[in-house]
């Protein structure tokens, strides 16, 4: 329903391509090691491998039993033992623990380690120190883009958020950069690349010096992508902590879409077991709601189980030829369209009853309120209340940043959650997900509560010491620069959409997604040099008019937009709805699908 | 035409062999060959002469000279012989020069006389003195065998891999054999000796006695042996002046022929030609030349000068001081061409041009007799052919004339054999130029391949003319032209004389960006020759940090590889230096180059959380960085530490650190746990139960329900829990209990600073409506229509609601009206809202 795509929308590039070529890597590397083994994954790689690869194509190459990489002794028997991991000093203590395990037992056995996407030295270095670089062989399996659906790839790395936000490591850079190339060997270069931020600019830079190692081939074809946008998660933090609304984004902040596949419990698949459920544009009702204020979804639904009772109805007056056309041919349709409305319709009921519970509407309210920057005090209040609330820590914690980077101001309370969260707040703070307040603003109701937790002179200190590190957050003046916060006349219609504010109730239009539409309305950086000096990042743009002239005028209307830190559904549904609106396509590439949450997690400390 | 065919001589019914002369020497040579060690490289490689080897011992003082010549004598190189004396020379595959010495030492020169490198072929030989020596090529590469003083044999199949092997004793032998030779079988080398009448083959397990097949009788020694180029045949001379020629493996007997002379030959070499029917062996005396194969006759020389046969694969090349010839086989096409009275469609052509090219009818004449017999193709390409082996230019061009003149009458001739051909030759001639000195035939340079000409090319340091041969051939540039440069550039860093920046400057303006050069490996090579600055200076213009980082941390120059490596982005390569320096640096040193290097800094971080947690705690140290010294000691007060005393010691060190950060406040929470630990600690003392590792919040809620409220509030007060926050946390923690008395009471204990709408709510969850009631009436007004919504009065709720007039609150209660019951409810909201509208 909703919005059709313009009948002059460009046709996106078929990426399933990049699936198969992941298989056909995999299978290679698996047929190395010739005969019957064992294969060891590790958990985060289960759920893209069996987008890749499912269990009976890894049966079909020998691949006898299947176990995950855990903390536990493996009970293999297998005389070949192949490793599929993430490149992490963790994975190579627990494969150098099977090994030496084996090593003291007399045991010995073939041992491969396949790393994904790439391998690091640091990896061979444990090996090494413990003893078994000559025992395993090692390989890699370049597989770092996942289609998760037409116009999504992501290569699901959430450790790129804190890795290089917090930890400032820049290895993932590389495995960027590599993606990039295939991308660009794959479907042409692309004319014309913009970027913010210094992780996207290190990544082009790196992509740039491996196009140029590499030259020739990929120069003769003609760019099936015009576009190429590159940004950093940090330069919009509060984008991805607001809640979501839209139907996507809800389904994943309340049931956790994981690697694009959900899994609905008992209470939505109102049977007795829980179900796993693909969500992507094959699945028709799902497509057509996904985008959807979620305020919207249910009356859609409701309309689309009327249509559905209608066609089921259709076959009363038929005579027998009819009805066999009709169940040869349409039934299953019918069906399997019933069984996902059955299936949404759950979640969205589900959804209700949680978000009722929590009293959203407060919730909402009060961010809203945040975002516009009014009422300060009662959001405060009621940030507050929820800590004493106990609610969820996570919860807790996104709130405060989000007054933090809206507000400038700080709310500590550590009481409440333990010593392992100072870790956290230092995380947040040097992640630039908290800010501290500058010394002369405003005393809100925070900082006087600041006051009371410790004495009046320590406060004014804990001032005075961060705010010569902290960055500082330029969010009000950016907001008003850009326009994010639309002035409503009236009621906002959610039915009928005027901008990309409607993904957040009307109230706020994504501080990234903006940044994209003003960058591509000009086709550069000018005139935004305000607003690029408030974010405190540096830009970039470059056009290779050779390129740019080659290009076909339908090719220069699709977007490849590249996400480093994690994208979230909010920001994908909003340029899918500019993408509309001015007859482009996006493309979403990112590190790994994000939500607020998830955001919160990278950054706590957790005890062991 | 005639006298073309005069050095043609006929060996029996079908073959004719020809000689030729390819240059006339330049070297001047002074002494007679005989007075020399001689050794020449095939494929027209150059020639090396070692004058006075030791052997003659005429006066210790002379000191030998080795020479080295390109195959037309010009001097390569000389040098004065200081090493021991030498037994044997040989070019290896890659044409360095061999020296075998008496000692078993094998010294190894380049082209140039320039020494590259050396190696021993075992201590039995050093103790056992080389007899005799022989250098041989395999599929392999070169090999050396050693013929040592006590008989043995010890053979090496490729020097560029040394793998020594003693080759099995042959029993009873008493003295040196005859004659012996290497033959390679199988891809295994072996050796083939005569002692007397008899044949031995040695393999690296056995030694076998072995007999040729037809031999004549009456042999009693067998003089000279020699194998073919390609290691297929064989042939013995024996002590009766009869010649045996077979197969190398000894199974089969090609020919025999017996030449009455029985003086040990000076040479004996094989002549004959890739896949040719014909086998003929040249045996050289002092004076005298002789080709024998399978004929009654043999075709006889005289030699004037004495003179040094070297075996080629499709001929044999003769030198002397003053002259340079080649003996071959006249090949197929060229007979059928030039053979007296030919009518082959080949000699017709040929003739037919000629006559064009005198204006004469003729021409049409011969051409039509081709035509009729449909054999122009034929003939055009037995014109290409034959022209490739001509070895002079007007021949070539008179037959290539003659093959482009048949073609213009051939519809559909495929051209790219005739163009290849024009482009070989040319090529083929501009080597085979006297100053070039490479007399390459067209078989010997389709079998060496244009890269390895290239390549000995280069090796001459010909550089200008291995260009223009790939600019002319139009190479691709990765193969050609930029290698060479290359090459030439690892030349140029040699030049001593040379500053270092005229050097870098002059590759760099040569070289520029062409692609597939690789200034890492200039630079290597600059390294390799000591000039570290100028391998520095090469390394600036190399594109690829992964190649700079290596050579770098090679040459001690670990910073400069530091700032490369980050430059790179390539985290690994960081990694790879990072581990570098810390093995180099002491540990204050290399803390220092971190600090300055943000982005490594953070990456060995990282491992160190991971690895080892000591060194992170002085990499903090070290930076003052007491911030991040406090959460590190925070993580260790929970993750490493056991003992509640040694997390406490813990914490105080973190706080201390946080006070030396000047972060009140975060030393403030940690004092805080502090404390709290050590209180927990008593309450599990004293109270029983779990309390540690609780946060404030949880403590105090725990004691609670274990109905401690006297130290829950003592908790509360030491550790200024905010009264908000005290009153939440009770409230949840009774209702829980369900200890509805003690709620109450503690509900009426002062104001409530939360206000009684979480009562109310908080009761509802648990279910209890009666005591939400309770509270219900006590909420505040502006949110008393919530409360009594929530337990349920809508009734009460509307009547509140329309006595605030608040719209808001009308809606509220209005949406949870439901039909049947609340009709009359939502009926007297209505009136309310239409009266609050006349209004």
């Known amino acids: 329903m909703a919005f059709p795509h313009r009948p002059d929308a460009p046709e996106l590039p078929d990426f399933s391509m990049l699936k ?17 083994k064992d294969l060891f994954i590790e958990a985060d790689l289960m759920s893209p491998l069996d987008r890749i690869a499912n269990v009976s194509i890894l049966k079909q190459h020998e691949v006898d039993k299947l176990y995950k990489v855990e903390n536990k002794p493996a009970l293999s028997s297998s005389e070949q033992l192949c490793f599929l991991v993430r490149p992490r000093i963790k994975n190579m203590r627990y494969i150098a623990n099977l090994v030496n395990a084996d090593k003291l037992a007399g045991r010995t056995r073939k041992y491969k380690v396949i790393f994904s996407p790439q391998k690091f030295y640091a990896c061979e270095m444990v090996l090494e120190e413990e003893g078994i670089y000559g025992d395993v062989s090692c390989d890699e399996w370049a597989f770092s883009l996942l289609p998760l659906d037409v116009d999504l790839l992501s290569m699901e790395l959430p450790e790129f958020f804190r890795d290089y936000f917090l930890e400032g490591d820049q290895r993932w850079i590389n495995t960027v950069a590599q993606a ?8 042409g270069s692309f004319p014309n690349c913009y970027g913010i931020g210094r992780c996207a600019k290190m990544s082009y830079e790196l992509w740039r010096k491996l196009e140029e190692e590499e030259d020739g081939e990929t120069k003769g074809r003609r760019p099936e992508i015009g576009h190429i946008f590159l940004l950093d998660r940090d330069m919009d933090f509060v984008t991805a902590l607001c809640s979501q609304v839209v139907y996507e984004g809800l389904v994943d902040d309340t049931f956790r879409i994981k690697c694009g596949s959900v899994d609905f419990g008992p209470e939505v698949t109102s049977s007795d077991k829980s179900l796993k459920v693909l969500l992507n544009a094959e699945d028709k009702v799902f497509n057509e709601i996904r985008n959807e204020h979620f305020s919207n979804v249910f009356g859609f639904l409701s309309q689309k189980a009327r249509n559905l009772q209608a066609q089921y109805d259709r076959r009363r007056g038929m005579d027998i030829k009819q009805m066999k056309n009709f169940v040869s041919q349409e039934l299953k349709g019918l069906k399997q369209e019933h069984r996902l409305l059955s299936l949404h319709i759950g979640a969205c009921e589900s959804i209700m009853k949680k978000k009722t519970k929590q009293d959203f509407q407060e919730l909402i309210k009060t961010e809203h309120a945040l975002l516009e920057g009014f009422n300060i005090r009662e959001s405060t209040s009621y940030i507050e209340e929820h800590i004493d609330r106990q609610v969820s820590p996570i919860e807790s914690l996104r709130l405060m940043c989000l007054l933090s980077i809206t507000e400038n101001a700080e709310l500590p309370s550590l009481q409440s959650y333990g010593p392992e969260h100072l870790l956290t707040f230092s995380n947040l703070r040097r992640a630039g997900l908290l800010t501290e307040q500058a010394p002369g603003d405003t005393l809100t109701a925070v900082e006087s509560k600041v006051s009371k937790l410790v004495t009046d002179k320590a406060a004014g200190k804990i001032t005075d ?3 010569s590190l902290a960055k500082r957050s330029n969010f009000r003046a950016i907001s008003k620069k850009l326009n994010l916060i639309p002035r409503v006349d009236g009621e906002y219609d959610l039915k009928v959409p005027r901008d990309m504010a409607y993904v957040f109730s009307g109230a706020y239009v994504p501080l990234s997604c903006r940044i994209i539409e003003q960058v591509l309305e000009r086709r550069s950086w000018q005139g935004l040099d305000e607003v690029v000096r408030l974010l405190n990042c540096s830009e970039f743009a470059f056009t290779d008019m050779t390129k740019d002239d080659r290009a076909s005028s339908e090719s220069l209307r699709l977007i490849l937009v590249v996400f480093l830190g994690g994208c979230t559904f909010s920001e994908i549904s909003a340029l899918r709805f500019l993408g509309r609106e001015k007859g482009y396509r996006f493309i979403f590439l990112t590190t790994a699908v994000t939500n607020s949450a998830r955001l919160m997690e990278a950054m706590s400390e957790v005890k062991a | 035409m005639d006298c073309y065919t005069a050095n043609w001589n006929p060996l029996g019914d079908s073959a004719f062999y020809r000689k030729y002369e390819l240059y006339s020497m330049d070297w001047d040579l002074k002494e007679e ?9 095939p494929y027209g490689g150059p020639i090396a002469l070692l004058r006075n080897p030791w052997r003659k011992e005429k006066a210790a003082s002379v000191r030998p000279v080795l020479d080295i010549y390109s195959a037309s004598g010009m001097p390569l190189a000389s040098l004065l012989w200081k090493s021991g004396p030498v037994v044997s020379l040989g070019w290896s595959a890659e044409e360095e020069l061999l020296c075998v010495q008496e000692d078993g030492a094998v010294l190894v020169y380049g082209l140039h006389g ?23 090529h395999t599929e392999f590469g070169s090999g050396v065998a050693i013929l040592t003083g006590a008989h043995r044999f010890t053979l090496s199949a490729n020097v560029g891999d040394l793998k020594l092997r003693r080759m099995p004793e042959v029993p009873g032998l008493q003295s040196a054999p005859s004659c012996w030779t290497t033959l390679c079988q199988d891809r295994v080398a072996h050796i083939l000796l005569a002692v007397g009448p008899d044949l031995y083959l040695l393999d690296h397990a056995a030694c076998s006695a072995v007999t040729p097949p037809g031999l004549a009788p009456g042999v009693s020694s067998f003089l000279q042996m020699a194998v073919s180029f390609t290691y297929r045949h064989l042939a013995l001379f024996t002590d009766t002046g009869y010649i045996w020629m077979g197969t190398a493996s000894l199974k089969e007997k090609l020919c025999e022929f017996n030449c009455n002379i029985r003086a040990p030959p000076k040479q004996m070499v094989w002549c004959s030609r ?31 000068e004495d003179s040094y046969l070297v075996p080629e694969l499709d001929g044999v090349r003769i030198f002397s001081r003053s002259t340079h010839e080649f003996l071959h086989e006249v090949p197929a096409a060229s007979e059928e061409i030039f053979k007296i009275a030919s009518m082959a469609p080949g000699a017709l052509l040929l003739e037919a041009q000629k006559e064009y090219e005198k204006e004469s009818q003729k021409a049409d004449e011969y051409l039509r007799e081709i035509q009729e017999l449909g054999q122009l193709t034929q003939a055009v390409q037995q014109c290409i052919e034959a022209a490739g082996h001509e070895h002079q230019p007007d021949m070539q061009k008179s037959l290539l004339r003659a093959a482009s003149f048949g073609k213009c009458f051939l519809d ?12 070989d030759l040319r090529v083929l001639n501009a080597v085979r130029d006297y100053h070039i000195g490479i007399p390459l035939t067209y078989s010997q340079y389709k079998q060496l391949t244009i890269q390895v000409l290239l390549d000995r090319l280069v090796l001459r340091r010909l550089y200008p003319l291995a260009i223009q041969i790939c600019e002319y051939l139009r190479l691709p540039e990765v193969q050609g032209v930029s290698r060479i440069l290359a090459h030439w550039a690892c030349y140029k860093v040699q030049q001593k004389d040379v500053s270092d920046e005229d050097v870098a400057r002059a590759i760099n303006q040569k070289l520029g960006d062409t692609p597939g050069v690789s200034y890492s490996d200039i630079a290597a090579r600059a390294y390799g020759c000591g000039r570290t600055e100028l391998a520095i200076k090469l390394l600036e213009y190399e594109p690829r940090s992964g190649e700079q980082v290596p050579l770098l941390l090679k040459m001690k120059r670990s910073k400069l590889a530091l700032s490369k490596a980050i430059e790179s982005g390539d985290t690994d390569l960081v990694f790879t230096v990072l581990l570098h320096l810390k093995n180099e640096l002491n540990r204050g040193d290399f803390f220092m180059t971190l600090r300055n290097q943000p982005m490594a800094l953070s990456l060995y971080r990282q491992f160190c959380k991971h690895q080892e947690l000591e060194t992170l705690k002085d990499l903090y140290n070290q930076d003052d960085n007491h911030q991040e010294l406090g959460s590190f000691h925070i993580r260790a007060s929970y993750a490493t530490e056991e003992r509640i005393e040694g997390r406490v010691a813990a914490l105080q060190t973190a706080a201390d650190a946080f006070y030396k950060a000047k972060n009140e406040f975060a030393a403030k929470a940690t004092e805080d746990q502090m404390r709290l630990l050590r209180l927990q600690r008593r309450l599990e003392d004293e109270l029983g139960g779990q309390f540690l590792d609780l946060s404030l919040h949880d403590t105090v809620t725990t004691l609670i329900l274990g109905g401690h409220n006297k130290r829950a509030e003592q908790l509360a007060r030491d550790f200024r829990i905010p009264d908000k926050r005290l009153w939440w946390l009770k409230l949840t923690a009774l209702a829980d209990l369900e200890d509805w008395e003690e709620l109450e009471k503690f509900s009426k204990s002062k104001k409530s600073p939360i206000g009684y709408l979480p009562f109310v709510e908080i009761c509802m969850k648990q279910h209890n409506k009666y005591e939400a009631k309770k509270y219900a009436s006590r909420v505040g007004p502006e949110q008393k229509v919530k409360a009594l919504l929530l337990v349920g009065d809508v009734a009460q709720a509307a009547d509140v609601a329309i006595e605030h007039r608040n719209e808001a609150e009308l809606s509220l209660v209005l949406s949870h009206c439901t039909g049947a019951t609340d009709g009359a409810t939502a009926d007297k909201i209505q009136r309310a809202r239409a009266q609050a509208q006349k209004k």
């Open chain 1, 20 to 36: 198969r070529l992941a298989r056909d890597q995999l299978i290679y590397l698996l047929e190395q090691l010739p005969g019957k």
């Open chain 2, 412 to 423: 559909r001739f495929p051209p790219d054999s005739f163009v290849c051909m024009c482009q």
């Open chain 1, 180 to 187: 990039l190339h295939l991308l660009s060997t794959l479907y």
């Open chain 2, 33 to 41: 060959l005989r007075d020399c060690l001689v050794a020449a490289a």
């Open chain 2, 274 to 304: 890739p896949r040719s029917k014909e086998r003929a062996v040249v045996v050289a005396w002092e004076r005298r030349l002789m080709v024998v194969g399978d004929a009654p006759e043999s075709i006889q020389f005289v030699l004037d």
């Open chain 2, 114 to 136: 320039d020494f590259r490198r050396h190696f021993s072929m075992g201590n039995e030989v050093l103790q056992n003195r080389v007899l005799d020596a022989r250098i041989f």
């Open chain 1, 465 to 467: 010491a961060f705010s």
